[in-house]
T-cell receptor, first 113, second 113 residues
Framework: EAQVTQNPRYLITVTGKKLTVTCSQNMNHEYMSWYRQDPGLGLRQIYY???????DKGDVPEGYKVSRKEKRNFPLILESPSPNQTSLYFC????????????FGSGTRLTVV | GESVGLHLPTLSVQEGDNSIINCAYSNSASDYFIWYKQESGKGPQFIID?????DKRQGQRVTVLLNKTVKHLSLQIAATQPGDSAVYFCAETPFSGTYKYIFGTGTRLKVLA
């Protein structure tokens, strides 16, 4: 089944403790992106990657890092999480080119206390 | 399930009736538009898309209408079913040249039995 897989689904952590949210897709998509979703703010882009070893900042990149060493994986790293990073996170992927339709993962609910 | 928005506009529709969900987009340069459906606890799922050279596009039970003059997009769902209950987002982007999407904050559709 074509899908984007995120792990974990739920995570509660403490301020300052480094964490990684994994994202993997099995559709050979070139483009991958991370979003956070907060009430009243919609989906906001954190980082995106147009292909292996090519990443760039989205609208809200502060406090996050990403890497794209393999085409299928695009982990999101929070080096020192803070409570304002408590949110619902989505990874998405699409083919490159025109008419890009995202396939989203199921989401990761992160709580930083 | 996951809460994607505590104060989203809500549309309540009787089962079997038609639903119309509206979206005002912001960027005159946007020429590709997508509707996504997000069910509780899941990631957004592609429903239908339309390019700016079209005014209307139909899918299975869904129709998207685009009015470029007033920068307005609508999603029509025929014979609304309980499984249509979800949050619906519109997204806009230039068709080529960028992978930047702008997502709306969404409308919650409630289907009444």
């Amino acid at each position: 089944e074509a899908q984007v897989t995120q792990n974990p689904r739920y995570l509660i952590t403490v301020t300052g403790k480094k964490l990684t949210v994994t994202c993997s897709q099995n559709m050979n998509h070139e483009y991958m992106s991370w979003y956070r979703q907060d009430p009243g703010l919609g989906l906001r882009q954190i980082y995106y990657s147009m292909n292996v070893e090519v990443t760039d900042k989205g609208d809200v990149p502060e406090g996050y890092k990403v890497s794209r060493k393999e085409k299928r994986n695009f982990p999101l790293i929070l080096e020192s999480p803070s409570p304002n990073q408590t949110s619902l996170y989505f990874c998405a992927s699409s083919l490159a080119g025109q008419g890009r339709r995202y396939t989203f993962g199921s989401g990761t609910r992160l709580t930083v206390v | 399930g996951e809460s994607v928005g505590l104060h989203l506009p809500t549309l309540s529709v009787q089962e079997g009736d038609n639903s119309i969900i509206n979206c005002a987009y912001s960027n005159s340069a946007s020429d590709y538009f997508i509707w996504y459906k997000q069910e509780s606890g899941k990631g957004p799922q592609f429903i239908i898309d339309i390019r700016s050279n079209m005014d209307k596009r139909q899918g299975q039970r869904v129709t998207v209408l685009l009015n470029k003059t007033v920068k307005h997009l609508s999603l029509q769902i025929a014979a609304t079913q309980p499984g249509d209950s979800a949050v619906y987002f519109c997204a806009e982007t230039p068709f080529s040249g960028t992978y930047k999407y702008i997502f709306g904050t969404g409308t919650r559709l409630k289907v009444l039995a």
